[in-house]
């Protein structure tokens, strides 16, 4: 997937060999399973071996003039009978051209005017699906120095790409560092996707972040977290005048047209994804979230939950309090952790979005990071990992999560920033 930016995918690592939290993938929105003419210049009636004369007529009185052109003429002349005596023979000299007909001068500019107006639009379209095409790859995500094997879509089906190291140049004022973890886990693919706009595109349009978890239990999960990535950071630049909250609702709105339009509606609830956005401007963070992944401010020591899951549990739950009912049934049912809101469902159900941003303090750490995550360490075990630089972060995360050595762990993505 090339588009606004660079979505990227790890290569698979070994499989691991304990047991963990199966990856919820069970819908649950109900109790049931889920492109001129050529004048001819010759004069009959001329005599043999004599040279014509051109005889310019006068254009009648009152008239426009008629031009007349000198063209070089074939002239073919007569023998005088034979055994009299020859004398001045007269020549015939071709008439003026006829001046072209103003209709037809009007249809010719008319057409030439059509022609412009076509060959116009031509260029403009080039340039502007160039302009599209250097969009996409300036929109990749910024890396780490080193070289690091990836995959540059995922279920693209391209192979792993040696990235050669950024150049250090400081970060724009007021820009985050950025901390990626993306690896397969134990899954036979990845389903995860995400992107983070590039360093040079903050000063004027701030930073967004954004994290896709295809849901892997159903069918080509990976192909709808990058639709729905790829309509997101497309659309980045193009909102960018629009005031924050507004501009995550509309490339949400984008991202689930391109979700819908990939799947068409036969074929809603049979495929999805989660979608996590965080967008960093003026100093303030805002964000929103559709499905189970989370979104966390660690400051002053403390690691905060920011958005609300939209699993089966909260409904249970509303039913218990309405009707009287175990409230512990809410966390104990089979369908408990099933999604009640994705993108793939067609209309969406649930949006979290918090009523303001956050102002930022020096020394916020902002994660974005599917269930892979959260699923496979305890909340004591992520508050220990989100100090130090974001890069420092997405690796203590990453050994953490290895340690465990599950045989069954989940695609595991987060994104950090770090200020």
């Known amino acids: 997937m090339e588009s606004a930016f660079e979505i990227l995918r790890f290569s698979p690592p070994e499989q691991q060999a304990s047991t963990a939290p199966e990856d919820n993938v069970t819908t649950a929105a109900t109790d049931s399973t889920d492109t001129t003419d050529a004048t001819e210049g010759a004069t009959e009636g001329?005599?043999?071996?004599?040279?014509?004369?051109?005889?310019?007529?006068?254009?009648p009185t009152g008239s426009i003039p008629t031009p007349t052109f000198d063209l070089p003429t074939s002239v073919a002349t007569e023998a005088a009978p034979e055994n009299q005596t020859t004398g001045t023979t007269e020549t015939t000299v071709p008439g003026p051209l006829p001046f072209p007909d103003p209709v037809l001068w009007g249809w010719i500019a008319t057409t030439g005017l059509l022609a412009a107006a076509v060959i116009g639009l031509i260029i403009a379209l080039v340039l502007r699906s160039g302009r599209n095409r250097a969009r996409t790859k300036n929109s990749r995500s910024s890396r780490q120095p080193g070289t690091i094997p990836r995959t540059e879509q995922n279920g693209s089906g391209y192979g792993p790409t040696e990235l050669s190291p950024l150049s250090q140049a400081p970060l724009p004022a007021g820009c985050p560092q950025v901390g990626k973890l993306h690896q397969?886990?134990?899954?036979?693919?990845?389903?995860?996707?995400?992107?983070?706009?590039?360093?040079?595109?903050?000063?004027?349009?701030?930073?967004?972040?954004?994290?896709?978890?295809?849901?892997?239990?159903?069918?080509?999960?990976?192909?709808?977290?990058?639709?729905?990535?790829?309509?997101?950071m497309n659309g980045f630049l193009d909102?960018?005048?629009?005031?924050?909250?507004?501009?995550?609702?509309?490339?949400?709105?984008?991202a689930t047209q391109a979700v819908n339009t990939l799947l068409t509606p036969s074929e809603y609830n049979k495929s999805g994804t989660t979608l996590l956005a965080g967008l960093v401007r003026d100093r303030t963070f805002y964000c929103l979230s559709v499905g189970d992944s989370h979104i966390y401010l660690y400051r002053d020591g403390a690691l905060l939950q920011l958005n609300r899951e939209h699993v089966y549990r909260h409904d249970l739950q509303v039913r218990a309090i309405n009707h009287g009912t175990d409230l512990r049934a809410a966390w104990t049912h089979p369908k408990a952790g099933g999604l009640t809101s994705f993108l793939g469902m067609g209309q969406l159900k649930y949006v979290d979005m918090p009523d303001q941003g956050i102002p930022i303090r020096d020394g916020d750490r902002f994660l974005l990071m599917s269930d892979g995550v959260y699923n496979a360490l305890s909340f004591e075990e992520l508050t220990g990992c989100v100090t130090g630089a974001a890069e420092e972060i997405a690796g203590k995360l990453d050994q953490a999560i290895q340690s465990k050595r599950y045989s069954n762990q989940d695609n595991y993505t987060a994104v950090i920033l770090a200020f």
Do not use: N
């Open 239 to 254: 909102t960018s005048h629009l005031p924050p909250q507004e501009q995550l609702l509309t490339l949400l709105a984008q």
């Open 46 to 59: 001329a005599t043999e071996g004599q040279t014509p004369t051109e005889q310019p007529q006068e254009a």
């Open 184 to 232: 397969q886990g134990a899954r036979s693919s990845q389903q995860d996707c995400f992107s983070v706009t590039p360093e040079a595109v903050f000063p004027s349009c701030g930073m967004l972040a954004v994290v896709a978890d295809g849901m892997g239990g159903l069918s080509d999960g990976d192909k709808v977290s990058q639709a729905a990535v790829t309509a997101m």
